[in-house]
T-cell receptor
């Protein structure tokens, strides 16, 4: 049981480049989330999805895009990388938006540096 | 809107001493509350959760937390600190019954264990 898998683990981008952070879960969870983590700031929600074909913005969506074509996959796209997007990105999933109190399952993270 | 406040970005205790990490929430009704732990270069792992059952909740690795409605608090404790407890700890909140945009995280507390 792999849980939530994120790739790549590390990446260095140049300003203006684009990339996709991949996230896959094998638990048949309906809800998926993308967070960014910056030192001393906790986790900020970028985008979330409540099921295939449905996505919505979180607290810090600017500069990012997402899609959810299947239950398993929830990729995060950076179109024009900026230094402000240097961060650690976490993908998470839950079965029922934690309405059942089960909490999230997190991936191991992607550390992105934009230079 | 709900929120959590973690008092102290860094907490240092001696090995064998009591660990106390503070979390206060802001919500119009008692929410669900979670504590997560993050070890260096890893994702977040669920320590324990409060979902309106017992107010004293026991988690993994000897940690426990008590929900106090009168104080709007959910402080995390461990009677005797171990070197392996050194990590970042996050308190998180969601309305009871869940919410589409998921958990709101505190800024985290870095726990340092002195030998």
């Amino acid at each position: 049981n792999a849980g939530v898998t994120q790739t790549p683990k590390f990446r260095i981008l140049k300003i203006g480049q684009s990339m996709t952070l991949q996230c896959t879960q094998d638990m048949n969870h309906n809800y998926m989330y993308w967070y960014r983590q910056d030192p001393g700031m906790g986790l900020k929600l970028i985008y979330y999805s409540v099921g295939a074909g449905i996505t919505d913005k979180g607290e810090v969506p600017n500069g990012y895009n997402v899609s959810r074509s299947t239950t398993e996959d929830f990729p995060l796209r950076l179109e024009l990388a900026a230094p402000s997007q240097t961060s650690v990105y976490f993908c998470a999933s839950s079965y029922y938006g934690t309405g059942d109190g089960s909490g999230y399952t997190f991936g191991s993270g992607t550390r992105l540096t934009v230079v | 809107a709900q929120s959590v406040t973690q008092l102290g970005s860094h907490v240092s205790v001696s090995e064998g001493a009591l660990v106390l990490l503070r979390c206060n929430y802001s919500s119009s009704v008692p929410p669900y509350l979670f504590w997560y732990v993050q070890y260096p270069n890893q994702g977040l792992q669920l320590l324990l959760k409060y979902t309106s059952a017992a107010t004293l909740v026991k988690g993994i690795n000897g940690f426990e937390a008590e929900f106090k409605k009168s104080e709007t608090s959910f402080h995390l404790t461990k009677p005797s600190a171990h070197m392996s407890d050194a990590a970042e700890y996050f308190c998180a909140v969601i309305p009871s019954g869940g919410g589409a945009d998921g958990l709101t995280f505190g800024k985290g507390t870095h726990l340092i264990i002195q030998p």
